[in-house]
Nanobody, 125 residues
């Protein structure tokens, strides 16, 4: 059984930082492309960042320079470090895995087979 469990969300002031975690079981993250998406109220789910099984990372323009995706292989966990947070970063953050092993993380949510339940991030101004 595949499980992705996000944690680390919360309420933070504008300019603050958060680190989200995604603990994976049933799959091995070193063999997968992992990604973070987010969904704001009333909006579509959008790609934030992803990292391929080979370590190639990709970032959305809206977050580039402010967020970093990383992996802890022994813990089978993916992290999203977010700095200089803005109110527009508010939303539910999901991690997901793409089992197709692409050379570049896809920005399309339909390419991802497994999803976590999400963790809420709220940035106050």
């Amino acid at each position: 059984q595949v499980q992705l469990v996000e944690s680390g969300g919360g309420l933070v002031q504008e300019g603050g930082s958060l680190r989200l975690s995604c603990a994976v079981s049933g799959r091995t993250i070193s063999s997968e492309t992992m990604a973070w998406f987010r969904q704001a109220p009333g909006k579509d789910r959008e790609f934030v960042t992803g990292i391929t099984w080979s370590g190639f990372s990709r970032y959305a323009d809206s977050v580039r320079g402010r967020v970093t995706i990383s992996r802890d292989m022994p813990k089978n966990t993916v992290y999203l470090q977010m700095n200089s947070l803005k109110p527009e970063d508010t939303g539910v953050y999901y991690c997901a895995t793409d089992v197709s092993r692409p050379s570049l993380p896809s920005t399309r949510s339909r390419n991802y087979a497994y999803w976590g339940q999400g963790t809420q991030v709220t940035v106050s101004s």
